[in-house]
């Protein structure tokens, strides 16, 4: 049991280095890399949870199930784990590491996330003010405007 615990552990670390790689790799300005970029993460999130899941499963019904929840969450004190229970609490350091790492991630990516989208929105304002520009020029070159008005298609500088 605490063999496939230490397994199953190791197998998250893998995923959560996995899921370092992809959140170190999501300060990027191209929305279509980004939006790749996070559902490649979140797939990540999904399998963590059925490992998860799958830790739970072979414990909770153990006489040791506390102990051993202990060990998984690093609750206890090292030196009061039991030495068959170590391998686990080890294990476990190792992801809550990585997982401190990424919530370091999580911040510049919420900064860079908000920053992305104050550029769209200027970008887009920006786009809607050319529009009605636009779409005023438009209307002027409807009307009839009088020769030597500053209106008129030949006194523009738009």
């Not at 980004?34 to 499963?57: C, F, G, S, Y």
């Not at 060990?71 to 090292?78: F, K, L, P, R």
């Not at 370091?104 to 920006?126: C, R």
Request: avoid cysteine.
């Amino acid at each position: 049991m605490i063999e496939e615990i230490v397994r199953l552990l190791k197998e998250k670390n893998e995923l959560l280095k996995q899921a370092e790689s992809i959140s170190a790799a999501m300060n990027v300005d191209d929305i279509d890399e980004l939006v790749t970029l996070d559902e490649a993460r979140n797939n990540i999130v999904e399998e963590l949870k059925k490992l998860d899941e799958r830790v739970k499963l072979i414990y909770e019904n153990s006489p040791q199930a506390d102990s051993i929840s202990r060990a998984i969450y690093n609750q206890e004190d090292y030196a009061l784990v039991p030495d068959e229970l170590k391998p686990i609490y080890d294990s476990s350091k190792e992801n809550f590491k990585i997982v401190a790492h990424l919530l370091t991630f999580q911040d510049e990516y919420n900064q860079h996330l908000a920053h992305l989208m104050e550029t769209l929105q200027d970008d887009m304002k920006e786009n809607q003010k050319s529009g009605k520009v636009a779409k005023y020029l438009k209307a002027l070159d409807d009307q009839v405007i009088p020769a030597g008005s500053v209106l008129s298609k030949a006194n523009r500088k738009a």
